[in-house]
């Protein structure tokens, strides 16, 4: 890295700058790159034998490190998936696969770099504020390296995500409030405590992470863009982090056509929707960032993990699907709920509602007729089911209560299957 540049009013800090947000506005700060150097030595592709995310290491803002991570991170698999896009007549879907990630969700990446960073920096208690997914990546994390994590989750975060947190020796504060809310108890705690605050956004590092899904997908797909990839987006960290993957490629000579970022929000949690909705319909191509605002909702939807009132991380995340030229899809709940089972029955893999809306935004994009039957389509799938099971019951069937006889499978009619 070579230093920092503002989103909104484009001033540079060099990368000896000790904050996490503009000095001059406030807005989040992207690192910057020497991409002329580091054209020259990934010309020939990563050409490291790791299989991790750190196998990027020339585009990653970190110190090298003579000790591998403890936990495998990224390197996860991007599948095909015939049987759910010929439910739409799509011939060319993919699935990035990133539950298999340790804590089960896209969250690792982002934990990975930041963790990184606080080692390369001296930190050692380590904190987050979280819907549940960064919060139990954080642990994770922070367990397998052996620093302290302390996380901020709103009161109703979903049990599986606080247990996780809870197993993994985290301080786990449970606010009562919501997301937002504890987003700011832990910016003040960290200012008082001196902790690393991880926080999605506002710290730039987890961004340099959630780019690794892109270079992922490039190389899996045997070096080249896909037409599409669909982001199911809360704060907007994961898209702009997907975005800046791409960028990343293209400016070290790699790519030469960039994807479109379809930005997929609930109806109930729609902020950075609504932000591109407005700069489009106002017609301006190139809007004065500094002058843009993502407007703060009331956040309520059954896909926690992008219910998101204030996002962190919106105009980075507004920037990307405009300069990509991708679509901003909102989607009911019970369509997300319905996805969840849809992606699982004909792909084998179980995401969390948010992870699932991809896939209900997509069926939204064909019936609107924006998607053809030939483009290379990825959706990320960011998260495990396993996480929100009291969430996903509500959309699949009860089992079938019978006594234990042959006799009693026989009277519940349930014995021949069509293939
Ligand atoms: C499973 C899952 N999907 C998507 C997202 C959205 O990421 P972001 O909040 O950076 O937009 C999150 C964030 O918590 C998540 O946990
Ligand atoms: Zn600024």
Redesign the pocket.
Known sequence: MNGYRCFACAETQSADFAGFVCPDCGGNLDITYDYAAIADEVAGGFGDERTDLFRYAPLLPLKKSESPFPLRLGGTPLYAAPRLGGLLGLRNLYLKDDTVNPSA???DRAGAVALRRAIDIGADVVAVAS?G??GSSLACLAAALGLHAVVFVPESAPIAKLTQCLSFGATVFAVRGSYDDAFDLCLSASDEFGWFNRS??YNPFTREGKKTCSYEIWESLGRRAPDRIVV????????SGIWKGWRDLHAVGLIDRLPRIDCVQSEGSAAICQAVRLIRDSGTEEPDWSGVAVDEVQASTVAD??S?DRPR?GLA?VKGVLQSGGEAVTVPDEEILAAVPEMARTTGIFA?P??AAPWAAIRQLVRDEKIGADELVVCIV??SGLKDIAGIRKAVAAPLLIDPSVEAIKESGAFRFAR
């Open positions: 969700s896209t969250k819907t997914n960064a999605t956004g199911p987006t809360g704060d907007g960290n994961l898209l993990s992008i998101v991380d995340a969390e948010a992870a960011s998260g």
